[in-house]
């Protein structure tokens, strides 16, 4: 295999069994939850009153955001969309970058979760997921919504991190010989030796 080859591979173990893993996961939790977590909009405590399963149909985008009756043709488009720019990032992110692309893996597997519900059926995504303390509770979500999210939260971490890289690197390259060092040398005190040398031997 040459290094082409490996670079590739390299990169493909790392998001294509992620990707293949949370979609799947996805996928037959959700099933799972419409075949046995019934009736829909009903909670079944899970730790008590703080983790809940609660089957949920959605067909507007994450937060509640709304297209109103163009909504499912609008966040396929949306999902669709999003699905060939992941893949444009993939393919531009280097070998070496695992985390990102890890990141990458994320995030397209949720993005293909989500949009799979919204070409299966016409009452939306389906979700479960539901967190909260009384009636102070989040947005109740699923497993393809949490692997976006923390695929989105590793890629801004790592952006984070890349300009300090980046600093540290620059000062290490720049960075010259420390003249306190008996290693140092100075072309200047060499020639300054040697006309020091001259006006002794004149002395004599």
Not at 91 to 118: C, K, M, Q, W, Y
Request: proline share 4%; glycine share 8%.
């Amino acid at each position: 295999m040459n290094d082409a080859a490996e670079r590739i591979a390299s990169k493909a173990y790392v998001f294509w069994p992620t990707l293949i893993v949370v979609y799947a996961v996805d996928f037959f939790s959700k099933r799972l939850v419409e075949a046995y977590v019934r009736p829909a909009y009903v909670p079944h405590p899970v730790i008590g009153d703080f983790v809940r399963l609660t089957l949920a149909y959605n067909k507007d985008a994450a937060m509640g955001l709304s297209l109103g009756g163009y909504s499912r043709i609008g966040f396929t488009l949306t999902a669709a969309a999003v699905l060939v720019v992941l893949g444009v990032l993939y393919h531009r992110t280097p070998h070496e970058a695992r985390a990102s692309v890890f990141a990458l893996s994320l995030i397209t597997a949720g993005a293909l979760g989500n949009l799979t519900d919204r070409l299966m059926s016409s009452l939306g995504v389906v979700d479960f997921i539901d967190v909260g303390i009384g009636s102070s509770r989040f947005y109740t979500f699923n497993v393809a919504d949490a692997a976006v999210t923390c695929g989105a939260l590793l890629l801004a971490v790592i952006s984070l991190k890349a300009p300090n890289k980046e600093r540290s690197d620059a000062q290490m390259d720049s960075g010259g010989p420390d003249p306190r060092s008996g290693d140092s040398f100075d072309p200047r005190l060499s020639a300054a030796s040697g006309d020091d040398a001259d006006s002794l031997e004149r002395e004599r």
